[in-house]
């Protein structure tokens, strides 16, 4: 059962068979151009396996947004190679992209966004609306998407009437919507309490355990990357060391 | 995907009421100003029409003297006499009746009540030259037309006025100081397109009027009817011609009479009226034009903040085309709501204003029609702009959009 990541450490995921889902190879990204450019990656490579879930860390500006932005296949690398299923998403184009977003990925954003004065319900069928998902049928996958994350009985209440906790288990419930294979967190429990950022870990454990859902995080907090099986730390636009979380040793065989 | 789209612009001019309203109300006043324009127009020219007909169509009005506002100074050009009228009617080509007339005033009295009212002395030919159907009675016969016997047919207002509801046919009244028989009733004309009475009248034959009453045998206006398989133009220049030689008017001498053609007249009116009716609409267009750039603002505005919503749609796996899409739809959405209600209230301006100045309502399915399609066309040319910017929006900077 594969875990992990990094280039240091790729062979040292030998259970996983053949490709992992996600492959970046001296991927670079540089920001402007000439006396002004910016280099936010520096040559990154990172394996991820499928069913991982990875938390990843760092200094502001160490290059971790970016990454995941890439990962998330909202931004392409200067440089380098991302390989995600086979696909080399660093030629796809923009409309290419946006497809592989829509059947592969969901988002989970630090400042929740949800579609204000739109009921919960609305806001998780939207992913399913773009999919071109019948109307019963999104209707039920929305429905049960909203039962995972225990909001079954607030479908019809709009974000401000949520807590930020709800609102996060709403978002959460969009992203997972589309029975993602991915799911990108950006700072989850940002904008949380202690305890509500607790509910959110777990239930991001628990969708990565079941149904298996590949569970990309970016955090500051090391008591939410104790959450995560692997824990890749940036520095400097690098990946600079690669560590098993916690959540390590509870993996069901 | 139309489907998608369509969901989404709807719900989000749902979530945005007030605003989507205030989008649209320039191209609700501007669809409402058109129609009720255009309508309005038409419903004009459709009145003016009418009176001209009543002066009879392909009807030519002769009249001594240079017409309106001309011939000012001299003496005044001597009336027709009956030899001109007669010289008409067997000379001139495609004429199909000749109705001379001579006017007089005078009270009419029947059993204690008075009127005072417009004696018109002419002949049968006038009903002809403008048919005028009577409700009971009869119209002149040879003999009386001949010997200018003292009989009258009289007009549904002389009639009310002196007889009230009591019989009238066979009856004896005075008129102008003379006795007369009532041989006919005239049927309600109404108002002329001029304002006048056409039914406060007393008709007899000219020769009756002319020795009673004028005391001479002057014809003051000669009504010629003119065949429709004739050109007007053509008739009035034949008579024209004739005239010219009965009156002795030779080479370059201006006409001391005038022709006035109703046709003509309705044509000129009729041009007016529609001329005046295009320029308001194009003023009325111009403030669609306004509620155009109304939306297009609006649309900015709403594209600008919802930058971040946009983002959101972006980055769970809307396409660029998608995004464009429910831009252009929700404008274009908005604009033919906005339309609709225009129409509506156009609507109903016109029921109001037909109502206000007695015009006739018409439902002018046309132009009810095209404004709905510009009010479309409006949301697509001018919701096209901000949906583009919506759509090449990068969505990272727009999830960080605050």
């Keep these: 059962m594969g875990a992990a990541a990094g280039s240091a450490v790729a062979d040292k995921a030998p259970q996983t068979v053949g490709d ?55 931004d392409v690398p200067t440089d380098g190679e991302f390989i995600f299923m086979g696909h080399h998403v660093e030629s796809l184009d923009r409309d290419q992209r946006a497809l592989l977003r829509r059947k592969y990925f969901g988002f989970v954003f630090q400042g929740f966004n949800l579609l204000a004065r739109t009921s919960a319900l609305e806001n998780v069928e939207l992913p399913l609306l773009y999919r071109g998902d019948a109307k019963a049928e999104r209707r039920e996958m929305a429905m049960a998407a909203l039962d995972q994350v225990g909001l079954k009985e607030w479908w019809d209440h709009t974000p401000g009437e949520l807590s930020g906790g709800q609102q996060q288990r709403v978002a959460i419930a969009r992203a997972i919507a589309t029975k993602p294979a991915v799911l990108l967190a950006d700072e989850p429990t940002g904008n949380l309490d202690s ?21 990309l995080m970016v955090t500051h907090e090391r008591e939410m990357a104790a959450f995560a099986r692997t824990i890749v730390h940036f520095k400097d636009g690098l990946v600079e060391r690669v560590e098993a979380g916690h959540a390590q040793g509870e993996r069901v065989g | 995907m139309l489907g998608t789209t369509f969901i989404l612009a709807l719900r989000s001019i749902r979530r945005h009421l007030l605003r989507s309203f205030l989008t649209v109300l320039g191209i609700v006043i501007g669809v409402a100003a058109v129609v ?107 003999a009386e037309e001949a010997s200018g016997k003292a009989v009258c047919i009289i007009g549904s207002t002389v009639y009310t006025n002196l007889y009230k509801t009591a019989p009238a046919l066979g009856t004896r009244m005075r008129i102008a ?31 009756a009027v002319q020795r009673r009453m004028t005391g001479n045998t002057d014809v003051r206006l000669i009504l010629v009817g003119v065949d429709e398989a004739y050109s007007t133009a053509q008739v009035q220049a034949s008579i024209t011609d004739l005239l010219r030689e009965r009156r002795h008017i030779t080479g370059g001498k201006d006409d001391d009479f005038n022709i006035f053609d109703t046709k003509q007249i309705s044509d000129t009116l009729s041009s007016t009226t529609t001329l005046l009716t295009n320029i308001v609409t194009a003023v009325a267009g111009i403030s669609l034009i306004v509620g155009g750039i109304g939306i297009m603002n609006i649309m900015l505005v709403s594209v600008t903040e919802r930058t971040r919503e946009i ?28 339309g609709l209600i225009g129409l509506v209230l156009g609507q109903l301006a016109v029921i109001l204003l037909s109502v206000l100045g007695q015009l006739p309502f018409i439902f002018d399915v046309q132009i009810n029609v095209i404004a709905f399609l510009i009010s479309g066309a409006i949301g697509v040319v001018f919701g096209f702009f901000p949906a583009r910017r919506a759509a090449s929006l990068n969505p990272i900077d727009a999830l960080r959009h605050e």
């Design chain 2, 36 to 142: 009720a324009m255009v309508t309005l127009g038409k419903a004009t020219t459709l009145q003016v029409q009418k009176s001209i007909a009543s002066l009879g169509t392909n009807v030519l009005q002769i009249r001594p003297g240079q017409g309106f506002g001309r011939g000012g100074g001299g003496p005044r050009p001597p009336d027709f006499d009956p030899q001109d009228v007669e010289a008409i009617g067997k000379q001139i080509t495609g004429v199909t009746a000749v109705a001379p007339q001579a006017q007089s005033s005078g009270t009419a009295i029947y059993e204690g009540q008075n009127w005072s009212t417009t004696i018109n002395g002419t002949t049968n030919g006038y009903f002809q030259v403008q048919p005028w159907p009577l409700t009971s009675g009869r119209y002149f016969t040879p």
């Design chain 2, 177 to 207: 100081g003379i006795s007369c028989d009532v041989i006919g009733i005239l049927t309600t004309k109404g108002q002329s397109g001029f304002g006048g009475d056409q039914d406060d009248v007393v008709i007899m034959p000219i020769k």
């Design chain 1, 20 to 74: 992992p889902l996600i492959r970046l190879r001296g991927v670079t990204k540089t920001y402007g151009t000439g006396a002004t450019a910016f280099q936010a990656l520096k040559g990154v490579d990172l394996d991820i396996a499928a069913g991982d879930f990875v938390a990843v860390m760092g200094p502001s500006g160490s290059g971790k947004s970016t990454t995941m932005n890439i990962l998330g296949c909202l």
């Design chain 2, 311 to 338: 983002g959101i749609r972006l980055a769970i796996g809307a396409v660029a085309n998608e995004v464009l899409m429910q831009f252009l739809v929700e404008a274009v959405v908005l604009s033919c709501l906005g």
């Design chain 1, 195 to 215: 305890e509500r950022s607790i509910e959110i870990m777990e239930l991001l454990a628990d969708l990565n355990k079941n149904p298996g859902i590949t569970v």
